[in-house]
T-cell receptor, first 115, second 116 residues
Framework: KAGVTQTPRYLIKTRGQQVTLSCSPI?????VSWYQQTPGQGLQFLFE???????NKGNFPGRFSGRQFSNSRSEMNVSTLELGDSALYLC??????????????FGPGTRLTVT | AQTVTQSQPEMSVQEAETVTLSCTYD???????LFWYKQPPSRQMILVIR??????QNATENRFSVNFQKAAKSFSLKISDSQLGDTAMYFC?????????????FGKGTHLIIQP
């Protein structure tokens, strides 16, 4: 099976712009989670989607949003970018329905730099 | 809210030695899941091992094993016969039993360096 894929891998944006990141989960996985990784704050949970519904969201401002499509692919959007949004954005997928639903498999990440 | 603490920011051992990474957590839940993830320089997060809180038996995966002490809320990772490829950041993570919707809570990580 192919792993979790994320596009693009690297991105440079200017303050005030918006950005959309994409994530394709492992085939058959219906849950997609997003995380932000920074040197200062570490790994932080952004939100999780299952069957096109956001089930939970971490402590991030409303500028961070996401969605999930019927094929389980997910996108996250950050509007009005700030310098502090520079981070590695990781997507993870899991198969929901068994005790193994809690195992999350990560993609390679998107490195976002805001200048 | 759950918290995960990794008290060792960095560790360095010689190849072939055994090393133990520490992790403690705080939760009021009775059922939950614990994980160790490895993040090498490539930044790809790799699942190393998982432990269900309701299982008393410690999980093992080849050279990797855990010491899960539920009462002490401790979840350490032991790497036996360490290899150069084990050099990476290691993150301890917690997930409650809410169907995975709440996401993972991560510790700050331990940078493990395996010296030749």
């Amino acid at each position: 099976k192919a792993g979790v894929t994320q596009t693009p891998r690297y991105l440079i944006k200017t303050r005030g712009q918006q950005v959309t990141l994409s994530c394709s989960p492992i085939s058959g996985h219906r849950s997609v989670s997003w995380y932000q990784q920074t040197p200062g704050q570490g790994l932080q949970f952004l939100f999780e989607y299952f069957s096109e519904t956001q089930r939970n969201k971490g402590n991030f401002p409303g500028r961070f949003s996401g969605r999930q499509f019927s094929n389980s692919r997910s996108e996250m959007n950050v509007s009005t970018l700030e310098l502090g949004d520079s981070a590695l954005y990781l997507c993870a997928s899991s198969f929901y329905g068994t005790s193994y639903s809690y195992e999350q498999y990560f993609g390679p990440g998107t490195r976002l730099t805001v200048t | 809210a759950q918290t995960v603490t990794q008290s060792q920011p960095e560790m360095s051992v010689q190849e072939a030695e055994t090393v133990t990474l520490s992790c403690t957590y705080d939760t009021s839940e009775n059922n939950y899941y614990l994980f160790w993830y490895k993040q090498p320089p490539s930044r790809q997060m790799i699942l190393v091992i998982r432990q269900e809180a309701y299982k008393q038996q410690n999980a093992t995966e080849n050279r990797f094993s855990v010491n899960f002490q539920k009462a002490a809320k401790s979840f350490s990772l032991k790497i036996s016969d360490s290899q150069l490829g084990d050099t990476a950041m290691y993150f301890c993570a917690f997930s409650n039993s809410g169907g995975g919707a709440d996401g993972l809570t991560f510790g700050k990580g331990t940078h493990l360096i395996i010296q030749p």
